[in-house]
């Protein structure tokens, strides 16, 4: 019982709670109003007799009361229970009466019970005659005496008995009830009827939770019905439910009991069946026997139809098809809707009004025939079906009325925008056509010349597709032909004399000659996939262009001798490098990297990554990919036990090689000397002395990447698979400098190597003593401390004596110290261990708050925000006119929601119901 | 000696026509410029507080109102100016809102006007009452040729009646087609009844409760929702003559409106103190919940623009709440005003209209601060800036602060706390329940869906 108990009334708490909750507005006003409960009283009768029907209580209430006639009828036990969570809560919170009237003599029974047993306990005599008045019950629960109560078990048996004696009393006390009900109209005391709720409510806890589970239950039922069927196929559901149903009908068995009178419409059968016999005999009585029905005939083929579904269970199905299709159909404006929510402004009313509008690209003649003649022949022209006013509509006026008002408004912008360059481009021409200075056209030939080379150049450097995508371009621009425009005025002026615009013209047709013989002649066998051979070919038709450009340029800087040569020797280069490629495609020799070893290194980037797409710098990627490669097979070559023992002395035979080798080689292991020496710099991190290190090369090859670039970096992956199984870092071709700095060490310890060791310690000492210097006198660490001591001692609270010397002191000789002192405590920023970096060392943290900013601080990011960042992005560009441009300032204040006063906003309607 | 001096031609600044606004020439120089943000944090602010002292919602009262409370308001949709109001004694009454006089009143009912409506075609007033009777009536005076005072109502014979129909109980709540002479009943049944016919056409109901309200829907026309007082919302089509889905909610739903520009939602107001926004393709769970009031939602009404809320409720206030937040941006109230049972915004979006137990209808600006008046263009860009200026900073504390400052009655204040109290009270214990259980076996509620009690047709995703 006890634990129960225990549920129940936490059980019954929550309730109360969440009653409360609900009722939160009446308790307040009831508050408010003050505590006479007669107001209270009033507002509720108010409530009433306005009709306001505050349905919800009143449905409560009726449910209360049918649980409590159930509860009446049902055994003692659960009135027992009902009084004990009643008495063991005793509560006397403020609840609102009910005041229903349904079934008060049944309440009125139940209360006298209580108030009797209440009364009872309190050791009071019952007397009928009592009128439990306000006063009265408060005085009752004020003078309770302690020796009088019983104990709890004992209550409940009195309570039986009480019960039993009641019931027993209940027939011959007609006119106890009558006074009760005397008692209850009196009764505007809050507390008694309030705890009595109040049990009610609790002790209806559980009622209304079943009641509550019935109506899960209900759903429950349902859906589990559904699931049925969803399952089953529906002939098995339809022969399933025949065969339950006609059990039933052989079974039932009816009764006719004809009350009705006879009238027009209807005729008392009396029982008996009505036979087709009967009715025929009533038209002609000498066929009446040999009438029969047709279908009883041949019984098989008719047979009765199925039995239809019953009529809950189609209605369901039903239901649940119109949702579906409702569904859908509804689904249709998500889109619309989705468009309005995202639109930046929305202007109500928002139908649009489809009014076509004629501008003049739409001009339509007068299309309604005006006078009689026009009239007749427009007739007759109708009749034959000659004049279809569809077909009249311009192939404009259809584009235009299909296209939005913004597309309209896009084109018409479109037009007048190319119709204003077209008139400006033809009032510049013709002004330059005006100038008569020959200065000024040779200039402006010069000038146009120079522009052309310097796209022709650029198209030179770059990429093979360009080129392609050029001489495309200028095939469809016939600038190999004479029949241009400009080659006609040229000749057709006889200016084709003029020795540079004959020069011009001849370049021109040998171009279409050249192309047209390229069209005829070997462009099939032309074409090759080998990725090597391929970029061989561009390049060798790169350079029979320059060549081609060279010759054609005659004067110029480019066709100066030094520029020639400097063209001669690249292409060398290149074609050299080409060679190599070739050569380690084909073989395996490393010697190739040896050779280029030469130029790695020297024009390392210090300290910074560098990612190179391409084109730029082909050649220290090239040369990167050489030394990557060179690198592994190094390391490859040191795992075997041979090449291990000698490959110190093989290292010196290639430095010793490399010294002898050229004097670029000497340059750079002078420079890697220099960098060594300025290992020994002290102002310079330790990082920085190993330049080498850090300079590391990502090499990305992508489509940007010249063809040079690519290949190289085929070449190199393939080596890679070649080796690649123990080393797996250099995928992305990352050069290991470490290789090379050694290389440089050894050189330096070839000569002594006993030596080197002991050099390098003293150079480590000497740093040591340079630092000390530098920072001679710098005691840091030391004022640090201090200074965070200070700040501590400064930030933390601290406390002022404030007692006033010799105030309240006796004079004289040999006075006591005073006891009490007066201190004030001043509040600091932060208490010494509350300290946040109380345990971090090298730090101090300020903790001082200006209470100032607090008002332009939001202490977090607001919701729509997800980083303070981007909260911030928000607030950064002003919207005001002084910061921003007109039209800027009016889109950033235009509101998202315009209505348009005094117009009526009717709903929306479907844009794809029109 | 030539003397420079500073000059200054006239056609810079004189404009030419006088149509034209002189031109204030500015330096867009952004040294000229400085603290920006510090500007316009100050210009937010002030905005603030202007449209705090320049908040008045209240604009007036219709005529001398009702002689008892007023239950129903209809709008009238084809015009901004005209509305219909229902009384608990019967009267109905056809009001011009622009001289807020009554145009027309007529004693309708015997008891209370349970529903009303304005048909959208001819402007007639369709009242349904508890004597089982629906009525329409003109509005048009002249067809009858005087209007009554307020005393001969009740006395002298309706004129203005032109038909009624006969029911079998009594009705609640009634609302007519948008485009079709068809209109819907509430009552023990739900029936859709044709105008030019005597009797209801169909009857839709689902299950035996009472049906208290029942709303067309404004886009989509032929669905109807309906609530009962067997706490469901009830979803029927006109098409296929039957309801399609009921959703089970914990207490009573009062009051339905369907969002006028998504055809697919609709919002409720419930006895549990919230309105909830819904999905009708998906009743497992509301899309919003709008709380703050602190009794019973008895009306709630969208804005035309379908952006905002205005919900009246028993507790004497209303509140206007944007329909993508959970909580009112506003709340009207004045101490006559007694537990409203009808709000509705104005065809244009710019009032609302409020019935009370008081008598009277009330007519409330929708933006407390905003002027009818026309504005110059100058004045109409530095309100829209102020606006943008206001929505940037608003989650700045002061201006947060300020602009969310409300007088409230004390009563509703009071309720507010206890409720507060008593929901974080209960919080805590289900907070408790959860830490002294298997974890799991307590499963979070989401709000949205804690108050539904099921669906009739479960859902494919649930």
């Known amino acids: 019982m006890q634990p129960r108990n225990k549920k129940q009334t936490n059980k019954s708490t929550k309730k109360r709670s969440s009653k409360k909750i609900l009722d939160a507005f009446q308790i307040a006003e009831r508050a408010e109003n003050g505590s006479d409960e007669s107001d209270y009283g009033n507002d509720d009768d108010l409530e009433v007799v306005d009709g306001v029907l505050n349905a919800n209580r009143f449905l409560k209430d009726g449910s209360r009361d049918t649980t409590r006639i159930r509860k009446d009828d049902s055994n003692d036990k659960f009135e027992d229970e009902e009084l004990d969570s009643d008495e063991a809560l005793g509560s006397d919170d403020d609840y609102d009466i009910l005041n229903s009237k349904f079934s008060q003599t049944i309440r009125d029974k139940k209360k006298k019970q209580k108030v009797n047993e209440r009364k009872r306990r309190r050791g009071e005599q019952v007397s009928d005659e009592d009128s439990a008045s306000d006063e009265d019950d408060e005085e009752g629960y004020a003078s309770i005496d302690e020796s009088q109560l019983v104990s709890l078990s004992e209550a409940w048996d009195m309570d039986d008995r009480d019960l039993k004696e009641s019931q027993k009393a209940a027939g011959k006390d007609a006119n106890d009830g009558k006074d009760v009900v005397f008692d209850d109209a009196w009764e505007t005391e809050e507390s008694a009827s309030d705890s009595e709720s109040e049990s009610e409510s609790e002790s209806g806890s559980e009622e209304e939770d079943e009641e509550e589970d019935d109506e899960e239950d209900i759903f429950k039922h349902e859906s589990g019905d559904e699931y049925d069927e969803d399952d089953l196929d529906l002939s098995n559901t339809v022969s399933h439910l025949k065969s339950q149903l006609k059990k039933p009908e052989a079974s039932k068995r009816r009764l006719l009991a004809e009350t009705r009178e006879e009238n027009e419409f209807v005729l008392p059968s009396g029982g008996a069946r009505l036979s087709l016999n009967d009715m025929i005999a009533a038209v002609d009585p000498s066929v009446s026997k040999d009438a029969f029905l047709i279908d009883s005939q041949d019984g098989d083929k008719s047979k009765a139809l199925a039995t239809p579904l019953p009529k809950r269970i189609q209605d369901r199905h039903d239901r649940k098809v119109a949702y579906e299709i409702t569904k859908e159909e509804v689904s249709k404006w998500e889109d619309t809707v989705k468009a309005n929510r995202q639109a930046e402004v929305l202007k109500f009313p928002m139908n649009p009004t489809s009014s076509h509008r004629d501008t003049a690209t739409t001009f339509r003649g007068g299309s309604e025939p005006q006078t009689d003649l026009e009239k007749k022949i427009h007739n007759v022209l109708t009749e034959s079906a000659l004049v279809d006013d569809k077909k009249e509509a311009t192939f404009e006026e259809i584009a235009v009325a299909k296209m939005s008002l913004e597309d309209m408004k896009k084109r018409t912008n479109e037009l007048r925008l190319m119709r204003e360059l077209m008139f400006r481009d033809e009032k ?42 050029k001489r495309a371009r200028e095939r469809m621009t016939l600038k190999h032909k004479t029949q241009s425009q400009w080659a006609k005025s040229m000749i057709k002026s006889g200016l084709s004399k003029d020795a540079s615009n004959r020069g011009e013209l001849e370049e021109m047709l040998r171009q279409g000659e050249k192309l047209r013989s390229k069209q005829l002649g070997y462009e099939d066998g032309e074409q090759s996939d080998d990725g090597l051979s391929d970029v061989e070919n561009e390049y060798a038709k790169d350079n029979e262009e320059a060549d081609e450009n060279i010759k054609k340029l005659g004067k110029g800087v480019l066709g100066m001798d030094f520029m020639r040569n400097a063209e001669e020797r690249s292409k060398q280069a290149n074609l050299q490098e080409l060679e190599e490629l070739r050569r380690l495609e084909n073989g395996n020799d490393l010697d190739a990297f040896e050779d280029l070893n030469s130029s790695v290194n020297v024009t390392k980037n210090q300290g910074r990554r560098v990612y190179t797409p391409g084109a730029a710098s082909t050649r220290a990627d090239s040369n990167s990919v050489n030394q990557a490669t060179r690198d592994e097979v ?22 010793a090689v490399k010294q002898s080798k050229s004097k670029q080689t000497e340059k750079e292991t002078i420079a890697a000397e220099d960098v060594a020496e300025e290992e020994s710099n002290p102002w310079l991190s330790e990082k920085s002395a190993e330049p080498t290190q850090k300079s590391q090369k990502v090499v990305i090859v992508d489509k940007s990447s010249s063809k040079l670039a690519k290949a190289a970096a085929k070449i190199a992956k393939s080596k890679k698979r070649k080796h690649g199984s123990n080393n797996n870092d250099d995928e992305d071709s990352i050069i290991d400098m470490d290789g090379t700095m050694k290389i440089v060490d050894h050189h330096q310890g070839s000569d002594s190597e006993v030596d080197g060791d002991d050099n390098t310690e003293v150079k480590m000492f000497r740093q040591k003593d340079l630092i000390k210097q530098a920072f001679a006198g710098d005691d840091v660490v030391q004022e640090f401390e201090i200074e965070k001591k200070r700040v501590v001692r400064d930030e933390d609270d601290k406390e002022e004596d404030m007692t006033l010397p010799g105030w309240g002191d006796w004079a004289g000789g040999n006075k006591k110290s005073k006891k009490r002192k007066v201190v004030r405590k001043i509040d600091g920023v932060v208490q010494k261990d509350k300290r946040k970096d109380k345990n971090l060392k090298n730090v101090i943290i300020n903790e001082k708050v200006n209470k100032k900013n607090l008002k332009y601080q939001s202490s977090a990011v607001p919701f729509p925000f997800e980083s303070r960042e981007q909260y911030e992005r928000s607030l950064r560009m002003p919207v005001g006119q002084e910061w921003t441009s007109r039209e800027t300032h009016q889109r950033l204040t235009m509101p998202r929601i315009i209505t348009k006063q005094g117009t009526v906003i009717d709903p929306l309607n479907a844009p794809f119901k029109s | 000696m030539k003397i420079k001096t500073i000059s200054r031609s006239s056609d810079t600044y004189v404009p030419v026509r006088n149509t034209q606004e002189s031109a204030l020439p500015r330096n867009l120089n952004p040294a000229l410029h400085p603290f920006e943000r510090a500007r316009e944090y100050t210009k937010a602010l002030t905005a603030t507080k202007m449209e705090r002292m320049f908040a008045q919602p209240f604009v007036g009262q219709l005529g001398d109102g009702h002689r008892d409370g007023v239950y129903c308001i209809a709008k009238n949709f084809s015009t901004t100016n005209q509305i219909a109001s229902g009384s608990g004694d019967g009267v109905i009454k056809y009001w011009n809102m622009t001289s807020r006089r009554e145009a027309v009143s007529f004693k309708a ?56 129909f006969l029911g079998e109980h009594s009705f609640k709540g009634i609302d007519h087609h948008r485009e079709e002479e068809l209109f819907v009943t509430g009552g023990a049944t739900i029936q859709l009844w044709d105008m030019s016919r005597s009797k209801y056409i169909s009857d839709l109901s689902w299950g035996a409760d009472n ?16 609530a009962g007082s067997d706490n469901s919302i009830v979803l029927y089509d006109v098409r296929t003559n039957s309801p399609i889905q009921k959703v089970v909610t914990s207490l009573r739903t009062n009051c339905i409106a369907w969002n006028p520009m998504e055809a697919f939602n609709f919002a409720t107001g419930s006895e549990d103190h919230n309105g ?35 919900t009246g409720s028993y507790d004497k206030t209303i509140r ?22 009808c709000t509705k ?114 859902d494919d995703k649930n």
């Open chain 1, 428 to 469: 510049r021409a013709k002004r330059i056509k005006k100038i008569k200075s020959k200065q000024f056209h040779k200039i402006k030939k010069k000038e146009r010349l120079r522009n052309q080379e310097a796209v022709e150049g650029s198209d030179m450097e770059s990429d093979g597709e360009d080129h392609d995508l």
């Open chain 1, 634 to 655: 190094e390391e490859d070559e040191s795992t075997n036990l041979v090449n291990k023992l000698s490959k110190k002395f093989d290292v010196v035979d290639n430095t």
């Open chain 2, 109 to 164: 009912h015997y008891g209370m006007v349970s529903g009303l409506v304005v048909t959208p075609k001819q402007s007639h007033m369709l009242s349904c009452g508890d004597d089982k009777t629906i009525k329409l009536w003109s509005v048009d005076s002249e067809e009858f040729d005087r209007s009554y005072g307020d005393d001969e109502v009740y006395t002298a014979a309706n004129k203005g009646l032109i038909k009624t």
């Open chain 2, 211 to 226: 049906i208290t309200t029942v709303k067309f829907n404004q886009t989509e026309t032929n669905i109807i929702a309906s």
């Open chain 2, 276 to 310: 909830y926004l819904w999905d009708m393709r998906n009743l497992g769970r509301s899309l919003n919940v709008y709380k703050d009031h602190v009794a019973a939602v008895m009306d709630i009404d969208f804005s035309p623009t379908g952006e905002e809320l205005v």
């Open chain 2, 320 to 341: 206007i709440f944007r329909a993508r937040e959970g909580h009112s941006r506003d709340i009207y109230h004045t101490k006559r005003m007694q537990r409203i049972f």
């Open chain 2, 345 to 458: 915004f104005t065809t244009d979006a710019r009032y609302i209209l409020s019935g009370s137990d008081d008598t009277n209808i009330r007519l409330w600006r929708a933006n407390a601060a905003d002027r009818a008046n026309v504005k110059s263009s100058r004045q109409r860009a530095k309100l829209e800036y102020d606006a943008a200026l206001k929505e940037r900073y608003k989650h700045m504390p002061e201006i947060k602060r300020i602009s969310r400052h409300r007088h409230v009655p004390i009563t509703v204040k009071k309720a507010g706390e206890i409720k507060r109290t008593e929901i974080e009270s209960l919080k805590k214990r289900e907070e408790n329940a959860r830490r002294h259980s298997k974890p799991g076996s307590k499963p979070f509620a989401s709000e949205r869906v804690k108050h539904i009690r099921g669906t009739a047709i479960k």
